[in-house]
């Protein structure tokens, strides 16, 4: 339940905007990647990089920092090796219970078959 009283509402400037929206433009940077680095919504970065298309926000002139470029980068690198090690991890388990449900099998089986063997 949302709190009661007037909702807080932001106001950011037109040069953090079109750093935002420039930030966003990076080969190999998601939107969601920028808007977490800078501490907003998803949707508000997505509707200013609209405004931009539409020519409400101007980005030409406005500098990338390149430490936060390099930063955007790493993360966005580090999030889907991420991904890609959880996918493995997963694998070597199913393949760790696969097995070891096989050697019990085996192991049962081979009881069994002893126990009903008999010796003439």
Partial sequence: MPKPGPRT??????EFK???????????VSVKDVAESLYIHPFMLSRWRKQKREGII??????VNKAVAAELKALRRIKKDYERLKIENDLLKKAIE?????????SNSLTT????????
């Fill in 18 to 28: 079109a750093t935002a929206v420039r930030l966003s433009k990076i080969p190999g």
């Fill in 98 to 106: 696969f097995t070891s449900n096989r050697k019990q099998k085996f």
């Fill in 9 to 14: 509402t932001y106001k950011y400037s037109e």
């Fill in 113 to 120: 078959t002893k126990k009903n063997t008999k010796w003439l």
């Fill in 58 to 63: 101007v980005t030409k002139g406005k500098e």
